[in-house]
């Protein structure tokens, strides 16, 4: 299965060069500007003039509507299988997605860093394939450049919760623009970490989609 990857295009979807083909698009948050139904409406529009067979899309921090109004945003989600704290199984593989991250000032999918953020975590089914959160784990691609250095910023209980995952093949995520790449973890069981975050940190919707297989 070859596998498309973006994040936190921020309502700039429509300035991405090129989105390459594949089996399957994901989109792992912050896909809207201002977190408006409007702007839902839009990406959604774009997801379906896109050509993958399958098309996955979490919620990130920025997408207050997801939150706010849930049942009217799930609603508009008519060209992706929209996941928040639930699974899909699609050619075999059994796909994840969370929205939650860190709390910082008063964003949308917040949690508590401890037992808030570790129950969300626990919720993972055991034998995920492809685990899609909005932010990253502790340590992988989540470093910022703060006034008193480089900070990694990201969730110490994902990162912990990685390891119970024995199926775990692939973990894609955005919501850090400065972390944007991808890495390859672990000797006996080897894991694809993507950061696929297409906004710089100056919102510039310059970073290519990251395509892998599965």
């Known amino acids: 299965m070859r596998i498309v990857c ?4 921020h309502s700039k979807h429509e300035e991405i060069d090129h989105v390459p083909d594949g089996d399957l698009l994901i989109h792992a948050g912050d896909s809207l500007a201002l977190g408006s139904l409007f702007d839902l409406e839009d990406l959604d ?3 379906g003039g896109l050509p993958h067979r399958h098309k996955i899309l979490i919620a990130g921090n920025h997408d207050t509507c997801c939150e706010d109004r849930a049942e009217k945003a799930q609603k508009l989600v008519t060209n992706a299988i929209y996941l928040e704290d639930s699974g899909v199984e699609i050619e ?3 796909f994840w997605g969370s929205p939650w991250t860190p709390r910082f000032f008063d964003w ?7 037992p808030q953020l570790f129950e969300k975590w626990q919720r993972i089914p055991l034998d995920t394939d492809v685990l899609i959160t909005h ?3 502790k340590g992988i691609l989540d470093t910022v450049i703060t006034s008193d250095g480089r900070e990694q910023v990201g ?7 990685l390891s119970e ?8 995520f955005g919501h850090i623009h400065g972390g944007y790449g991808t890495e390859v973890h672990g000797s006996d069981r080897k894991i694809r970490f993507v950061n696929a975050s297409i906004c710089t940190e100056q919102y510039e919707a310059s970073n290519h989609p990251i395509v892998f297989d599965i």
């Open 6 to 9: 973006i994040s936190d295009t």
């Open 45 to 47: 529009d774009w997801l």
């Open 92 to 94: 075999g593989f059994k």
């Open 108 to 114: 949308a999918f917040n949690a508590n860093r401890g």
């Open 135 to 137: 932010g990253p784990p």
């Open 155 to 161: 969730c110490n209980d994902l990162f912990s919760r």
């Open 165 to 172: 995952l024995k199926s775990l093949k692939a973990h894609i």
